[in-house]
């Protein structure tokens, strides 16, 4: 409702702009030489109604444009024999911006067939209906003036549009292509989470499954990481579903959004629960930028949960450095050392996809490959 009142004053006060110019324009004539000069010998009271009908209709061109334009341009047409038309082709030319600005896209040559059609309309009326009084010069130079005006107010209006037209579309391709890159990052969170939890989880129940007979101690332990894994991974999933659903403003404790470097050590945990004898060296000075913090993270979860699905029991050293305007991360894994009873976990290969697409998404390179002492490596570098 208050919306629609805002609307409605608006509105109002546009039709008083838009009524102060037409008070404007049928004064103008009294101040005009020219009308003075042509306008000889015409009754006062012919002058002031002709100005006053190319005028009155200006107050609602916002809200009947066609109409109002075609009745103050047949009006300044009319005008001419009586010394009007420079005032009277000036309040159309103020009734054509809106025409100009609503109308679609024209075809190919509309506004020059617009002005062409004016002026030969023109002349017809100047050489047909021609009154002895006036010099044929004068009327000529009304006529001339009026297809000007007439021609660049409708170029003006019709430039505004598209360029309005290109404002408006510039945001929609801007709002899409952040809609596009949102729902990629979503997607990417949720593989993260559920790729790295669920593979350890299925590393751990594998190492229970086998156990379970001879070695229970073992199995209950395995047990154990398979539910604190479990539930770390349920939090991470309910913290992406409340920002998914736009409810991260609200206090939800450790509901976080995003997380950074400093959160490596719960990332290590988790994989020496799967077997990974974690190797952490931080060299952070300062903390990098969120983004770049973020995409560094969940780089170094995936390498991990790659090294725990495809390796374990192996040992792995996590190497961050952010220096010289760059993060950098590597994950490098010894390889299997005797495979683990339950064998490799296969996987989609998009962990390592959207390994890549984060580091390119901040600018930067990522290589994945044999080490050169067996295993597997994976660096990144991510400049900021």
Request: hydrophobic share 45%.
């Amino acid at each position: 409702m208050l919306s629609a009142f805002r609307k409605a004053s608006a509105v109002r006060q546009l039709i008083a702009v838009d009524a102060a110019a037409a008070v404007g324009l049928v004064l103008l004539p009294a101040l005009s030489p020219l009308r003075r000069q042509a306008g000889d010998g015409v009754p006062g009271w012919v002058l002031w109604a002709a100005a006053v009908a190319a005028a009155a209709p200006l107050v609602v061109r916002r809200i009947r444009p066609w109409p109002v334009f075609l009745t103050v341009l047949a009006v300044a047409v009319g005008s001419i024999p009586l010394g009007l038309a420079p005032t009277a082709f000036l309040a159309a030319a103020f009734a054509a911006y809106p025409v100009a600005l609503r109308t679609g896209p024209p075809p190919f040559g509309r506004g020059a067939a617009m002005i062409g059609g004016t002026s030969t309309a023109g002349v017809v009326l100047l050489t047909v209906g021609g009154s002895p009084h006036y010099p044929g010069g004068t009327q000529a130079v009304q006529v001339l003036f009026g297809v000007l005006v007439l021609g660049a107010t409708w170029a003006a209006g019709l430039a505004v549009r598209e360029r309005r037209e290109g404002v408006r579309r510039t945001i929609e391709q801007a709002g899409e292509r952040a809609r596009r890159e949102e729902r990629l990052r979503i997607a990417r969170d949720i593989h993260d989470v559920v790729t790295h939890s669920v593979g350890l989880i299925a590393v751990k129940a594998g190492i229970a499954n086998h156990v379970a007979a001879t070695r229970p101690e073992e199995a209950g332990l395995a047990l154990t990481a398979i539910e604190e894994i479990s539930r770390k991974a349920l939090s991470d999933l309910r913290a992406t579903l409340v920002v998914l659903r736009g409810e991260d403003g609200s206090d939800g404790g450790d509901l976080r959004p995003a997380r950074g470097l400093a959160d490596l050590p719960e990332l290590v945990r988790a994989a020496e629960l799967a077997g990974v004898r974690v190797e952490l060296t931080t060299r952070c000075a300062v903390e990098p930028p969120g983004g770049v913090a973020l995409a560094g993270y969940r780089i170094v979860q995936e390498a991990l949960t790659n090294t725990a699905k495809h390796a374990a029991p192996t040992r792995c050293r996590v190497r961050v450095v952010a220096a010289d305007g760059g993060l950098t991360v590597e994950v490098a894994d010894d390889g299997p050392s005797g495979g683990g009873p339950a064998g490799p976990v296969p996987g989609s290969g998009l962990g390592l996809l959207g390994m890549r697409e984060r580091a390119h998404a901040h600018g930067g390179t990522l290589t994945a490959g044999p080490g050169d002492g067996g295993g597997w490596t994976v660096r990144a570098v991510l400049p900021y």
